[in-house]
């Protein structure tokens, strides 16, 4: 996949200059609508490419804090999750990568998964709690290998700077609109020069320059979205023959399809990340996709039941889709990627199982002890408990919390 790496790192090339030009541009006609003259827009882009600048540095050295960050992702021991760190590292072993991802887990009942980092050596992987509680073994794996695909194709650049570089331009666009709204100072600048000589000019100028403010966001977020929902697609593809299951992975998705559950910790800038659209329960984001549709995805992967390769998937794309070749062809080999048993594991249905499963497994993210009594009851004792003694409320046994 070298020629895939080779698009992705082009592709991180040409988001982060037009995102540069989008803010230069923004910032010259903000400058010349506050200024009251075009000469002012030439302060307005040294100021918006200072910050292109810094914000492209931040995304390089910590933009997928920030973004783990805003997702409200908890980093996690192998104790909390052994079976989600046992799959991880299947994935990692089977890819090739270097280094072990980190993992991190995020509180919402919403099932969803998303990659982030620079590289393979510098990589997260964040899951929900709903994804954790509702999965069986085989459909997290096809997850974990979706997300460690992105990882292998150098997505996560590509994400980690869109992520932050698109916050930027949004951040500088609400902050001039609502100056907008709420500066009684602007409105008295209106009337008192909208009379006089260049009060005309300013007039177009503020105008050009709210219009600006509303587009800019909109056309990054399109531009981002048309760049990366390849992306999908190859992943799936990569998970398959990671897996060598690709019902896995089609079962997880349709699971997460069903729950058409909002995520309270996602936005517009991280939606994208996710391995299905995490706002598509808000109608807002219904005017542009953020993903391909996960009905074809779905029907792409259940089609593969003679093999899990790459060309195998490319077979089905086309007949899917009707779209022409996707996966590059220096990738299309001949070799043979054989289709698994599936596991024997089963999950819980029940939906108030699910839903303790989910609290147990907060519980164990925030620091919570599990302490098993001799009569069968687990006492659940946070980490800030007060004494080195917990009494049993079921037989008043007393038990050491240490």
């Not at 509702?134 to 994400?159: C, K, M, T, Y």
């Not at 998705?253 to 939606?271: F, G, R, Y």
């Not at 620091?367 to 098993?372: A, D, H, P, R």
Request: hydrophobic share 45%; with cysteine.
């Amino acid at each position: 996949m070298w020629q895939q790496i080779h698009i992705n790192k082009r592709n991180s090339i040409l988001l982060l200059l037009s995102m540069g030009l989008v803010l230069a541009a923004l910032g010259y006609i903000i400058a010349a609508a506050i200024g009251g003259s075009p000469e002012a827009g030439w302060l307005g882009i040294l100021i918006a490419s200072a910050i292109w600048l810094i914000m492209t540095l931040v995304s390089f050295t910590s933009g997928d804090q920030i973004l783990l960050a805003s997702s409200r992702a908890a980093p996690v021991t192998p104790e909390v999750h052994p079976q989600l760190f046992n799959i991880v590292e299947e994935m990692k072993i089977a890819a090739g990568l270097p280094k072990m991802p980190k993992i991190y887990i995020i509180n919402d009942p919403a099932p969803n998964a998303f990659a982030t980092g620079r590289n393979p050596q510098n990589a997260s992987v964040a899951v929900t709690a709903g994804l954790l509680t509702r999965l069986n073994r085989d459909e997290l794996q096809g997850v974990i290998a979706h997300e460690v695909s992105h990882i292998v194709h150098r997505d996560i650049l590509f994400v980690t700077l869109a992520g932050v570089l698109l916050g930027s331009v949004v951040l500088i666009s609400q902050v001039f609109l609502r100056g907008m709204v709420y500066s009684s100072m602007s409105a008295r600048r209106y009337s008192s020069r909208g009379s006089s000589r260049g009060g005309g000019g300013q007039a177009l100028l503020m105008l050009l320059a709210v219009l600006l403010a509303i587009l800019a966001p909109l056309f990054t977020q399109l531009l981002y979205f048309a760049l990366s929902r390849r992306r999908e697609y190859l992943a799936d593809a990569g998970a398959a023959r990671l897996t060598r299951y690709p019902e896995g992975l089609a079962s997880a998705l349709e699971k997460i399809a069903q729950q058409d559950i909002p995520m309270e910790s996602a936005n517009q800038v991280t939606a994208p990340m996710y391995i299905a659209n995490p706002l598509r329960g808000k109608k807002y984001l219904n005017l542009y996709s953020t993903h391909p549709p996960i009905e074809q995805r779905i029907r792409i992967l259940r089609n593969m039941s003679q093999g899990a390769s790459l060309a195998d998937y490319e077979q089905f794309y086309r007949s899917v889709t009707h779209k022409a070749g996707m996966i590059p062809q220096s990738a299309l080999s001949k070799e043979t990627v054989s289709i698994r048993p599936p596991s024997t594991e089963k999950t819980d249905p029940s939906s108030l199982n699910q839903i303790r499963a989910m609290g147990d497994l907060m519980r164990k993210v925030n620091g919570f002890k599990f302490l098993t009594c001799p009569c069968g009851v687990i006492l659940k004792i946070p980490p800030n408990f007060p004494t080195g003694k917990a009494q049993c409320p079921h037989c008043g046994h007393v038990l050491s919390v240490s």
